[in-house]
């Protein structure tokens, strides 16, 4: 059993002070403390704690050490996951955790955990509300969910940043896998005019779209 005292030296001797104060500056958050470890390291650590769930009653004084409670998590089975997502999602405090944590057992359990997805999404805490939008891009993006995605869209608070930007990020997947289907919800403006906008820039960014798709998106502009 790998105590807090031994995970923090591992951290340590694997930290690269460059990398931290660039992370760090990413984060965007100064409260948060970062060691300035790199995230295949961290899931090497994590593999500590596949059979041990003591790193949970871990303090979330790092960055590191909230993540790996994240990658842990997210590799359990669907059973287990779900007793650990709320305390989880409350850890959640910046873009790059919360973007990192997928856990894959919600793909062969979607219907299931909708619940939890209505539920973060009706919080009013900024990252609860982007876990719930980069979830459904993550294990939702089918056409049978379409018409779910589009509702949280429009529910989601895109007054907060980086609610707008997750919601931006996963109409602009929707855009590229469904275009059609996108091209007709984006002409009907049910977005706010700067989520609108920005999700055709960045779906408009991608490869995978021709530039006859690209201009047609453009003239949606409002």
Not at 64 to 71: A, D, G, S, W
Not at 101 to 129: M, P, V, W
Request: hydrophobic share 40%.
């Amino acid at each position: 059993m790998t105590s807090y005292p031994q995970l923090l030296a591992q951290l340590n001797q694997l930290a690269d002070e460059n990398y931290r104060d660039f992370h760090k500056k990413l984060l965007n958050n100064p409260a948060i403390n970062v060691i300035g470890v790199r995230v295949p390291q961290l899931r090497k650590l994590s593999g500590q704690f596949a059979c041990d769930d003591g790193i949970f009653a871990f303090p979330d004084e790092y960055y590191e050490v909230t993540f790996i409670k994240l990658i842990v998590a997210s590799k359990k089975d669907y059973g287990a996951f779900v007793l650990l997502a709320d305390k989880c999602v409350s850890l959640i405090d910046n873009w790059a955790t919360c973007d990192s944590f997928k856990a894959n057992c919600i793909s062969s359990h979607r219907q299931e955990f909708l619940t939890y997805i209505q539920k973060y999404l009706s919080d009013g805490r900024e990252f609860y509300q982007r876990y719930a939008l980069t979830a459904l891009l993550h294990f939702y993006m089918s056409e049978e969910y379409l018409p779910l995605i589009f509702s949280c869209l429009e529910r989601a608070d895109t007054k907060k940043y980086y609610v707008h930007m997750a919601a931006a990020w996963l109409m602009a997947e929707v855009a590229v896998r469904f275009y059609d289907t996108a091209l007709n919800y984006l002409k009907e403006c049910r977005l706010d005019r700067r989520t609108h906008n920005k999700s055709i820039s960045k779906a408009c960014e991608s490869f995978r779209l021709s530039d006859a798709q690209k201009n047609n998106l453009k003239k949606l502009k409002r």
